[in-house]
């Protein structure tokens, strides 16, 4: 039972200013992933959030560049926090 790892996965609209996490779903439809895909977000993407104040946008760094995502679109990816803030882009 040691080897047995437990996935928390939550909305990116959910994760703190400072936090670090990595994308594993999309949920919109054909546009919200043609925009969102040449960004960087992709499944096992790790990003890390600059800002998010619990309403208006999300601030974000990924693949070294800072992105501002609407709250609609930060609901729509669903991430999994990574322990002590793991900044490895």
Do not use: C
């Not at 949920?27 to 977000?41: D, I, M, W």
């Not at 991430?79 to 490895?88: K, N, R």
């Amino acid at each position: 039972m040691d080897n047995m790892r437990v996935e928390t996965r939550t909305k990116l609209s959910a994760v703190y200013g400072g936090e670090s996490a990595r994308i594993r779903q999309l949920e919109g439809g054909q546009a919200f992933l043609s925009r969102l895909a040449p960004l960087g977000f992709t499944p096992g993407a790790r990003l890390r959030v600059v800002q998010n104040s619990g309403r208006g946008p999300l601030l974000v760094t990924i693949r070294d560049t800072r992105i501002a995502l609407g709250r609609g679109e930060a609901d729509k990816i669903v991430v999994e926090p990574l322990a002590g803030g793991d900044d490895d882009h």
